[in-house]
């Protein structure tokens, strides 16, 4: 693993203008004054952006692409979309495509909710694809997709973008040095098409890791690894999981922001393949109340001039300082960092001990009970292959909000030169009372600790930071007095 770091005076002022303010860069799109962290959000000139446009659209024509989905995940974790045809895909990229601020205060289940500085019916954004991003889908004939980030109508950062904010924390790593690497592994339950309403039934009674679920499902799972690949994502395993009709795939690291996106594609690719086989797939934490549910671990590694930070060094099991300091940021974290990370109600339904979920606020090498787990590789591949795992995180996070706080936390802690605590073996749930901290069982404690946390404060800027808290405040109220069964019923679906 490795990391980079983000203290209080490494960090750009992100709180930006007002969704809709006219201040920002000039009229013709290009980037105003900006430096660091910044300058990594503005906007190419808007010439420049039409014919890079231009480039892919003749790309995709001759694949059959009719139009292109251009995302953006909520604070809710919800993929919210905006589609062009193939010929609007230039001045999409050059002008954008209308998007309220609102979608900033959506629930999961759609309701709008408002916050201090975003909500509201006034205002107006400009979502603009990463054209760097496009990728014709290969599950769905005719559409490409592509993540996209939002703007200001004169094409300032909003600093309600949550893809934004994860280049920023990127970039803060870069001023220090330090390039990460990051994936998120998902998880997913697949059961057959069905109403909304319906429990679960699954296409296979196959035991967990058990070749009989593989053999059950083996043309659907060579469609998923078809498509993936198709997409040009290098699929590292697919295998089934614990749960019933619960599969897994791991794909190979990149930037912070590449595996968000990544996560996104692999999440719609699912949901996709499944369609086409009569199939739906469940990405929510909890979809059987009491089943082991799924995860989204996110698997980080930090780098400088091309070494791993987590090997050749004087800390526990071969970390360097700078490895140490920030995954000792992050373990430190980890109550506040759930707000992020795991983001309904129902994700504490998941967080339970002895269950791999990642329950106590510890770490260990290759302890897969710990939040924090160590990971070195064998032996002939640490050098490329340490890394850490937070295992308490699932799919209903926003994928760029999580890697964005952990960077931010764990940068915090590098620059401040913080030690991990002794490493935990075994099972915290079996040590003595009080030995091992329990991460927060219930969104209110994470929501105290979130609003502690001046790091997340401050590297979110207050228009982000606002708008998440009256989204999770929201979310913990519509649930306060659900049944797990109610919760898990409302959510399954959703994700």
């Known amino acids: 693993m490795s990391t980079g770091t983000v203290s209080s005076t490494g960090l750009a002022d992100s709180s930006g203008p007002t969704p809709g303010a006219a201040s920002g860069p000039a009229a013709d799109g290009g980037p105003g004054p900006a430096a660091g962290p910044r300058a990594a959000v503005s906007l190419p000139p808007r010439a420049e952006r039409g014919e890079r446009a231009q480039a892919v659209v003749e790309r995709l024509r001759p694949a059959g692409v009719e139009a292109v989905a251009v995302t953006w995940v909520d604070n809710a974790g919800v993929a919210r979309v905006k589609a062009v045809p193939l010929d609007g895909l230039v001045h999409a990229a050059q002008w954008g495509v209308g998007a309220a601020p609102c979608f900033d205060v959506f629930l999961a289940d759609d309701t709008i909710v408002t916050s201090r500085l975003i909500g509201g019916p006034t205002g107006d954004l400009r979502l603009y694809p990463d054209l760097d991003r496009v990728v014709p889908l290969a599950a769905q004939p005719g559409w490409a997709w592509a993540p996209g980030e939002r703007y200001t109508q004169s094409g300032a950062p909003h600093p309600g973008c949550q893809r934004l904010f994860a280049r920023r924390m990127t970039a803060a790593a870069a001023e220090r040095g330090i390039a990460v690497k990051a994936g998120i592994e998902v998880e997913w339950v697949v059961a057959l098409a069905g109403p909304a309403q319906e429990e679960p039934r699954y296409p296979t009674d196959g035991p967990a890791y058990g070749m009989h679920r593989l053999t059950d499902l083996s043309d659907y ?41 990544t996560s996104v594609l692999i999440r719609q690719t699912v949901r996709a393949v499944s369609a086409r086989h009569g199939l739906r797939a469940s990405f929510a934490p909890v979809v059987e109340v009491g089943s082991v549910g799924n995860g989204g671990h996110l698997h980080l590694s930090l780098w400088r001039d091309g070494q791993n930070l987590a090997r050749g060094g004087a800390g526990p099991h071969g970390l360097t300082a700078e490895a140490e300091g920030f995954l000792a940021g992050v373990l430190g974290a980890l109550p506040e960092l759930l707000v992020l990370g795991s983001s309904s109600p129902a994700g504490y339904l998941r967080l339970v001990p002895s269950h791999w979920a990642g329950a106590y606020q ?75 901290p329990r991460l927060p069982a219930g969104p209110g404690d994470a929501l105290a600790a979130f609003q502690k946390s001046s790091v997340l404060r401050e590297a979110l800027g207050e228009p982000l930071y606002e708008a998440v808290l009256a989204v999770r405040r929201a979310e913990s109220e519509q649930y306060a007095s659900a049944t797990p069964e109610h919760l898990v019923a409302a959510t399954r679906w959703r994700y």
């Not at 998923?224 to 619960?246: D, K, N, W």
């Not at 009970?369 to 490329?384: C, D, P």
């Open 221 to 261: 799972l060579r469609d998923v690894l078809r498509a993936l690949g198709a997409q040009g994502l290098a699929v590292l395993q697919i295998h089934p999981e614990y749960a019933p009709g619960q599969f897994e795939v791991s794909v190979a690291p990149e930037g912070p922001v590449e595996a968000a996106d």
């Open 362 to 436: 510890c770490w260990g090498l290759e302890n897969r009970e710990a939040a924090l787990r160590l990971v070195t590789g064998s032996s002939g591949e640490r050098a490329t292959a340490a890394n850490a795992e937070i295992k308490c995180f699932d799919a209903t996070a926003n994928p760029y909000l999580a890697v964005g706080a952990v960077l931010a936390a764990g940068l915090a802690g590098l620059d401040q030169r913080l030690a991990l605590p002794p490493e935990f073996t075994g099972d915290p749930a079996e040590a003595a009372p009080g030995t091992v």
